[in-house]
């Protein structure tokens, strides 16, 4: 298959490059001292983001249920055994109503695996700061959720807001910023206690979840792995890969390697306009990635076919295509090229041009 939907997790995410490939090989051969081999690539995960401090989790599914255990425990081996049941802490857990959100489960229910109960502020449309400040001033609050997603619904309030109200509060603020390796600076810059990104979406690591931010609250992370956080280990090949991935990121350019991106999506964007009822046009990643994804316009009375048709077409083909559909009723289509060669794009060019020429009656 092909796949042009970004980091997708029914798809198999990413692709790692050689380098991370090598270093899980050899650790899965290796043994290691694990507590060692996690404080190394703590002190790794500081000095490559800047953050106080960091630790390796599974996923980031993981590290958000494990950060809301942490916010509730700290690190008190008692009350981490103890978990999900929370006895008498503090276990409400809010959350902006439009960051619930469904990344192929729902968020909430990691804060539930916890112990937490979540607690949706404002409406899906928007979260007032007069609601925010009402939820958390609520005793028993044990922590913020934030997330910095495409998937986010409503108004987006500025994140720095919310975490300073939660502070004044006393209230610890996470924020999971799973595909958001890129902007991990600017996450940790809101003063969140806790920034939660994923090792296998744009970094190409193995499966894992960086935890990142203030020592206590990592160390209350790392603690858990005494408790819930034992069915959430990372394994020794995703931390040995996780550190190969940190160090292919470093050396990167990010700015040339941005340019090459919209180079890339600027001539994918002109072929496709130039087939039977489409246009297209480089569109920048909403979230503020440094990389612009194709969206292409389907008027189906030209192409023959709408756009769920045309996205149906080209999954139904050998190899399958899979791009993004989310808008695809209002006639939209978008696809993202980072992870593809140029061959791929290729093939993507010739079989939408097949199902297209088939679709308008054009003659080829
Ligand atoms: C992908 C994603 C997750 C889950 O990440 P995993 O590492 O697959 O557990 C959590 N939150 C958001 C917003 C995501 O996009």
Redesign the pocket.
């Given at each position: 298959m092909i796949n042009a939907r970004g980091p997708f997790?029914p798809v198999g995410v990413s692709r790692s490059d050689e380098r991370v490939g090598r270093a899980v090989a050899q650790a899965l051969s290796g043994f290691f001292v694990m507590e060692e081999l996690h404080e190394l690539a703590d002190r790794a995960l500081a000095r490559a983001t800047g953050a106080e401090a960091g630790t390796v989790v599974h996923?980031?599914?993981?590290a958000?249920t494990l950060s809301v255990a942490a916010a509730m425990t700290g690190e008190s081996a008692e009350r981490i055994a103890a978990l999900p049941d929370t006895g008498g802490l503090p276990a409400r857990v809010v959350l902006p109503a439009g960051h619930a959100?469904d990344?192929g489960h729902p968020?909430v229910q990691d804060i539930r695996l916890a112990g937490g109960t979540p607690v949706l502020s404002g409406s899906d449309s928007a979260c007032t700061p007069e609601e925010l400040e009402k939820d958390l001033a609520h005793p028993g609050t044990a922590c913020l959720v934030l997330?910095s997603?495409r998937?986010t619904r409503g108004a987006r309030a500025p994140l720095t807001d919310a975490v300073a109200a939660a502070h004044r509060r006393g209230v610890p603020a996470i924020i999971?910023g799973?595909?958001q390796d890129f902007r991990v600076g600017e996450l940790l810059d809101t003063g969140a206690d806790l920034v939660l990104v994923?090792g296998?979406?744009y970094l190409g690591g193995p499966?894992a979840?960086l935890v990142l931010g203030r020592a206590g609250a990592v160390r209350s992370v790392r603690a858990q792995g005494k408790g819930i956080g034992r069915a959430m280990k990372a394994s020794k090949e995703s931390i040995v890969g996780t550190l190969a991935a940190l160090e292919a990121r470093q050396e990167l350019d990010v700015s040339a390697w941005a340019r090459r991106q919209e180079d890339k999506v600027a001539r994918f964007a002109a072929r496709a306009a130039a087939l039977p009822g489409l246009t297209a046009h480089p569109v920048p990643d909403p979230t503020g990635l440094p990389f612009p994804r194709a969206a292409l316009r389907v008027d189906a009375a030209r192409a023959g076919l709408d756009a769920p048709a045309l996205a149906d077409a080209l999954r139904a083909g050998d190899p399958q295509i899979w791009l993004y559909t989310d808008r695809q009723d209002d006639g939209e289509l978008s696809l993202e090229l980072v992870p593809l060669s140029d061959e791929e794009v290729e093939v993507i060019l010739s079989r939408m041009a097949e199902v297209l020429t088939e679709g308008s009656g054009v003659t080829r």
């Open positions: 997790t996923c980031t599914s993981s958000i959100v990344y968020l997330v997603s998937l999971d799973a595909a994923s296998q979406k499966t979840g």
